[in-house]
């Protein structure tokens, strides 16, 4: 069953998103310090990417529904372009779907990479049943270079989420090792809501 969904952010950002939850670019409780990360030519291009419902991605804030994105591989590895960030300055921030659900957030979700047109989106009454349309399997594949060539788009499923999400509604946090965990801690975080998984990470 699919109880999950994932942001990475550097580390920097965790104290405003802890404070203020996870917002759009544009929000009023935008942090003017947020570190971004990530391929900036992708983030254009999802800027422009009109979904089947006349909403450009861009206009949404994406969470993925597993880990070990391959984007979180191209940013570990600085390729493509992409500036190298240590496994250990990144952070997933989580969010459990059933609370997604229970506060009738404004969101869709895609059963693949958001901007791919092999890729579907659902509307928000469909994620209760999310397993419906999301293969479990795929989302938390280690490997995703195989024969099925359509493996990683499927990987890459995503949740949108069309307004800011709150603080409350961060479950807890995800990082690579002990050093972060006790970065996070000196941000006062609360240890109980850190949890480290190495493999989680490339």
């Known amino acids: 069953m699919i109880k999950f969904a994932f942001r990475i952010t550097h580390i920097e950002n965790i104290k405003d998103i802890d404070r203020n939850g996870v917002v759009h670019q544009n929000s009023s409780l935008a942090s003017p310090n947020y570190v971004p990360i990530g391929d900036p030519s ?7 990417y009109v979904l089947e419902n006349g909403h450009k ?3 949404y804030i994406p969470f993925y529904f597993g880990e070990r994105s391959p984007m979180l591989y191209v940013i570990q ?4 372009g992409v500036k190298k960030i240590l496994a250990e300055d990144i952070v997933y921030v989580v969010v459990k779907i059933a609370d997604v659900v229970e506060r009738n957030l404004e969101c869709v979700f895609t059963d693949g990479h958001a ?18 349309y999301i293969s479990e399997e795929d989302i938390h594949a280690q490997q995703w ?9 499927r990987k890459e499923a995503e ?9 409350e509604l961060i ?8 050093n972060a965990q006790r970065r996070m801690i000196e941000l006062d975080i609360n240890p109980n809501r850190i949890v480290i998984r190495s493999d989680f990470y490339y």
């Open 145 to 153: 270079g195989t024969p099925d060539t359509d493996l990683k788009r």
């Open 159 to 167: 949740l949108l989420f069309a307004e800011d999400l709150p603080p």
């Open 42 to 48: 992708l983030i254009r291009n999802r800027c422009d």
């Open 77 to 80: 590895h600085g390729f493509n």
């Open 115 to 132: 901007n791919n047109k092999l890729s579907k989106l659902y509307e928000k009454e469909c994620l209760r049943n999310v397993d419906k």
């Open 57 to 59: 991605i861009g206009e």
């Open 171 to 178: 479950c807890g946090y995800v990082v690579y090792n002990e």
